[in-house]
Nanobody, 125 residues
Framework: DVQLQASGGGLVQAGGSLRLSCAASGFTFDDYAIGWFRQAPGKEREGVSCISRIDGNTYYADSVKGRFTISSDNAKNTVYLQMNSLKPEDTAVYYC??????????????????WGQGTQVTVSS
């Protein structure tokens, strides 16, 4: 079974940094992508970033471009989300998820079948 384990959340002041990790296991093939999503109270879950294991392409929501960087360590089957210059509006529960094959909308939660548990990120002003 595919399993995803997210970690690295915490409390940070505005302007600070955090690095989230998503450890993936159970894949028997390499044609998948890992995405990061977030959900703030009262809001819909939104895509933050994604990295494709197929072609290495990365995708970012406009709200995080230039501040967040996604990367992967294929040997460890782990995807990282480096979050810099954090803002209070980045506060949310962050989830990692996996999708198999090529997708047309890598930042849409609807494209993802496998989800890890969330990790809370709180940015204080």
């Amino acid at each position: 079974d595919v399993q995803l384990q997210a970690s690295g959340g915490g409390l940070v002041q505005a302007g600070g940094s955090l690095r989230l990790s998503c450890a993936a296991s159970g894949f028997t093939f390499d044609d998948y992508a890992i995405g990061w999503f977030r959900q703030a109270p009262g809001k819909e879950r939104e895509g933050v970033s994604c990295i494709s294991r197929i072609d290495g392409n990365t995708y970012y929501a406009d709200s995080v471009k230039g501040r967040f960087t996604i990367s992967s360590d294929n040997a460890k089957n782990t995807v990282y989300l480096q979050m810099n210059s954090l803002k209070p509006e980045d506060t949310a529960v962050y989830y990692c998820a996996a999708t198999i094959g090529v997708r047309s909308r890598y930042l849409s939660p609807l494209e993802y079948a496998y989800w890890g548990q969330g990790t809370q990120v709180t940015v204080s002003s």
